[in-house]
């Protein structure tokens, strides 16, 4: 039996307890609005799994919902004290160990999740080192201080500050670093945020229904009214559109739909002239043993099958002339393919090439996520233009640890205006590009550009220690794609 449901779902935080629990609410209404009681809900975040049924209206809530466990665990070689002292005056100092040099960010939160200083980073070499915050302006009470080492690992500490209390004598040392933290004239971001791994939602009036793809729960998140198909013979996936906050959204592909991509919305690179890189694969055109949708996924798939004097065939997907954009946000969920000789890229070119040679890089390029197979969980963000680019091997470019690149879907984003270009993966800002103000030679990021999606196979870089034929076939799989515009 197929039916068709709405689904309304309210994320509601309510004020955070010392253990950072949550409180997520919502409702299951048909497409009449009537309430669907008695359905049974199944969260799951962090390994830990919530229960709910809902009620007669078809309300629902998973109360003391927290992510608390990977705040708590930190591999060999990290390490976070409790503060001291607690309570402090308005002075308090935390401990950590770094195994190699790194970085350490602290940001200070209200109970009521509220950003209550601005973000400090300091970089430290590896051992044991401390750094005192001391905040200033802030009322007597409960305080989270959320500590991330590496860029990496966080751990939340609970500080109290009281006034009267014991006041911290800086102790002189090499590896000591002070923080002071004035109250800002506005709060700014939220407390750290939970990441629903699935809702799954069972009962005897419909098929089981598994939601991933959820958005993290932030500060008062509401959906609007979600319709999913529930089948016989599969489980449904929800995917919610949650714009950025300041954004809207332009553009998209959400691959629901089953054949070959979306002709008014994709075009194809076709050959096998190298591409610049000496690039092994053929790429086709509309070969859906190459580029698919199924399931709700892009399946952008390179084999080693004999094809117009190539030994591979892949495919490149582009949105040239079809959509273009200049400045924007661009966000595309995907699971990349791993191996030697493997590079699959999610990247952006201009659609028409006015500066310089007329060509690459005067023109620039935008690489949103480049993964070259034989460097294993390593992912890579990178702008090249005249003066900046890999042949002068000076590009601005910027490498990121992405445990499970290769075996879970990511979130690879880029923010671009006409001052900066920002790259991210899964929410974490690891690339930022500044413009120089010195013209097309440094920033030819003032016109349109398209996204190409593709695996190349072998090249100067991804083949730069040969090819393992007996990888084959390898799949990029793309959950959707997206484009924003800054509209705040």
């Known amino acids: 039996m197929k039916r068709c449901f709405y689904f309304l779902l309210i994320l509601t935080i309510l004020s955070p307890s010392f253990l950072l629990s949550q409180t997520i609410t919502g ?19 962090s390994q830990k799994a919530y229960n709910a049924e809902s009620g007669v209206d078809g309300s629902f809530m998973f109360a003391n919902v927290s992510d608390m466990n990977k705040y708590d665990q930190l591999p060999a070689g990290y390490a976070v004290s409790d503060n001291y002292p607690n309570p402090f005056n308005p002075r308090t100092r935390i401990g950590f160990s770094l195994p190699n040099s790194g970085s350490v960010i602290v940001n200070i939160y209200s109970l009521l999740g509220e950003k209550v200083s601005g973000e400090i980073e300091r970089y430290y070499s590896a051992g044991t080192n401390f750094i005192d915050l001391e905040l200033n302006g802030l009322p007597n ?29 800086t102790a002189g040392s090499v590896n000591s670093s002070f923080a002071q933290f004035n109250r800002p004239a506005f709060y700014g971001s939220s407390v750290p945020d939970i990441k629903i791994d699935s809702l799954v939602i069972t009962g005897d009036s419909i098929e089981k229904n598994v939601f991933t793809n959820l958005p993290r729960v932030i ?15 599969s489980s449904s996936v929800l995917k919610t559109v949650i714009a950025p906050k300041g954004w809207v959204q332009v553009w998209a592909d959400e691959f629901n739909y089953t054949g070959l991509p979306d002709s008014t919305k994709w075009g194809y690179d076709v050959g096998n ?10 790429y086709t055109y509309k070969d859906i ?3 698919r949708v199924k399931n709700g996924t892009l399946i952008i798939e390179a084999r080693n099958n004999v094809y117009k004097n190539s030994n591979y065939t892949s495919a ?8 273009d954009w200049t400045y924007g946000r661009f966000e595309v969920r995907a699971k990349v393919p791993g191996g030697r000789g493997l590079w699959p890229a999610i990247w952006m070119l201009p659609t028409v090439n006015t500066y310089g040679n007329g060509s690459w890089p005067d023109n620039g390029e935008m690489d949103i996520m480049e993964y070259v197979g034989y460097d294993k969980s390593n992912v890579h963000a990178t702008t090249h233009c005249n003066l900046y680019n890999v042949k002068n091997n000076n590009q601005k470019t910027a490498v990121t640890l992405v445990p499970g690149v290769e075996t879970a879907f990511h979130t690879y984003a ?24 010195t013209g097309w030679q440094t920033w030819p990021f003032n016109k349109n550009f398209h996204l190409i999606l593709n695996v190349a196979v072998g090249g100067s870089w991804g083949g730069l220690y040969g090819v393992d034929p007996a990888i084959f076939p390898k799949q990029l799989v793309v959950d959707y794609v997206r484009v924003f515009k800054w509209v705040n």
Request: glycine letters at 6%; hydrophobic letters at 40%; proline letters at 0%.
């Open 27 to 45: 409702r299951l209404v048909d497409q009449t609005g009537n309430g669907l009681s008695g359905l049974q809900l199944k969260l799951y975040i």
């Open 141 to 169: 009470g409960f305080y989270l201080a959320k500590i991330t080492l590496d860029k990496k690992y966080s751990v939340i500490k609970k500080l109290m500050l009281m006034y009267g209390s014991q006041h911290l004598a």
């Open 219 to 233: 500060n008062n998140l509401s959906l609007d009214d979600i319709i999913i198909n529930s089948q016989e013979d």
């Open 273 to 282: 002239w190298g591409w610049g890189n000496n690039e092994l694969q053929y």
């Open 289 to 291: 043993n190459n580029a």
């Open 316 to 323: 490149r997907l582009v949105t040239a002339n079809k959509a």
């Open 414 to 437: 880029l923010e671009w205006n006409k001052d900066t270009i920002k790259i991210f993966v899964d929410a974490t800002k690891y690339l930022t590009v500044v413009n120089e103000n």
